[in-house]
T-cell receptor, first 116, second 112 residues
Framework: SAVISQKPSRDICQRGTSLTIQCQVD?????MFWYRQQPGQSLTLIAT?????????ESGFVIDKFPISRPNLTFSTLTVSNMSPEDSSIYLC?????????????FGEGSWLTVV | KNQVEQSPQSLIILEGKNCTLQ??????????LRWYKQDTGRGPVSLTI?????NTKSNGRYTATLDADTKQSSLHITASQLSDSASYIC???????????FGAGTTVTVRA
């Protein structure tokens, strides 16, 4: 299994500011992902964090708004830039240890951001 | 577009009763289906994962079924407890890539 620690767990942010969320895994993992879950909605994949290279973003998400770093196989950060109230969401880090079909995918506890 | 639809959207049950949640999907080719439990303000926690060849899998009082022919799955909660109050999310993987398709979830409220 994998234990994922996310920081901060929640924060209230001012409009126009940026916040960086950290994701630390207790073991080396191949795949790391960042999701957004808006109030009352299901999870939406923002991007795949690639170790040593630029993240792969899904349609509707861009690097300027959500820059991602992944310096090694156990750590990643997601920055939410120039925040607006529409960015109020839970942001979740997720890992898949081997990438093999059927492997359990683990989620962090989430970072609950409220933009005012 | 791959879709995962869950029903009902929400339900309320009395403590000790059973309930069944439904998940229909169109993901193809299919790889596996997972059920997650998400408490309010927390990250999803895995309950079960089933591949194409598996019809049923249990995890304590949670039993998931899968019919890959009709592309349907269910999650049965037996003898519900107050701690079962949560959102239950059906997640389907296709065999072409690692991407997941998420259902909108069913919110279960267990009342004493």
């Amino acid at each position: 299994s994998a234990v994922i620690s996310q920081k901060p767990s929640r924060d209230i942010c001012q409009r126009g500011t940026s916040l960086t969320i950290q994701c630390q895994v207790d073991s080396q993992v191949t795949m790391m992902f960042w999701y957004r879950q808006q109030p009352g909605q299901s999870l939406t994949l923002i991007a795949t964090a690639n170790q040593g290279s630029e993240a792969t973003y899904e349609s509707g998400f861009v690097i300027d708004k959500f820059p991602i770093s992944r310096p090694n196989l156990t750590f990643s950060t997601l920055t939410v830039s120039n925040m607006s109230p529409e960015d109020s969401s839970i942001y979740l880090c997720s890992v898949d240890g081997t990438g093999v079909a059927g492997n359990t995918i683990y989620f962090g506890e989430g970072s609950w951001l409220t933009v005012v | 577009k791959n879709q995962v639809e869950q029903s009902p959207q929400s339900l309320i049950i009395l403590e000790g009763k059973n309930c069944t949640l439904q998940c229909n999907y169109t993901v193809s080719p299919f790889s596996n289906l997972r059920w997650y439990k998400q408490d309010t303000g927390r990250g999803p926690v895995s309950l079960t994962i089933m591949t194409f060849s598996e019809n049923t899998k249990s995890n304590g009082r949670y039993t998931a079924t899968l019919d890959a022919d009709t592309k349907q799955s269910s999650l049965h909660i037996t003898a519900s407890q107050l701690s079962d109050s949560a959102s239950y999310i059906c997640v389907v993987s296709g065999s072409n890539d690692y991407k997941l398709s998420f259902g909108a979830g069913t919110t279960v409220t267990v009342r004493a």
